[in-house]
């Protein structure tokens, strides 16, 4: 078993920012999805309705995306 890691070992700091801005904090789950998809690892989530599970589907995605660095565009 594991053990889990702190929110701001996982978390990217601008997206802790986004979740304290609203007085949020990232939950379990949202986490672990985040944790298990840079490990290369896919996973199944249950959770009730409110529990954050669109989220925690997307923030991989999103955290990826934000730490690309974008190649200059060619003008031509």
Same mark, same amino acid.
């Given at each position: 078993? /594991?053990?889990?890691? *702190?929110?701001?070992?996982?978390?990217? =700091?601008?997206? +802790?920012?986004?979740?304290? /801005?609203? %007085?949020? +904090?990232?939950?379990?789950?949202?986490? +672990?999805?985040? =944790?298990? #998809?840079?490990? %290369?690892? /896919? #996973?199944?989530?249950?959770?009730?309705? %409110?529990?954050?599970?669109?989220? #925690? %589907?997307?923030?991989?995605?999103?955290? =990826?995306? /934000? =730490?690309?660095?974008?190649? *200059?565009?060619?003008?031509?």
């Amino acid at each position: 078993m /594991s053990v889990p890691r *702190p929110a701001d070992v996982i978390l990217p =700091e601008p997206f +802790a920012r986004w979740f304290a /801005s609203r %007085g949020w +904090a990232p939950r379990d789950h949202q986490l +672990a999805l985040l =944790e298990k #998809a840079r490990a %290369g690892r /896919s #996973a199944l989530l249950i959770a009730p309705t %409110g529990g954050g599970k669109t989220l #925690a %589907g997307f923030l991989p995605t999103l955290v =990826e995306l /934000s =730490e690309r660095t974008r190649a *200059p565009i060619a003008r031509g």
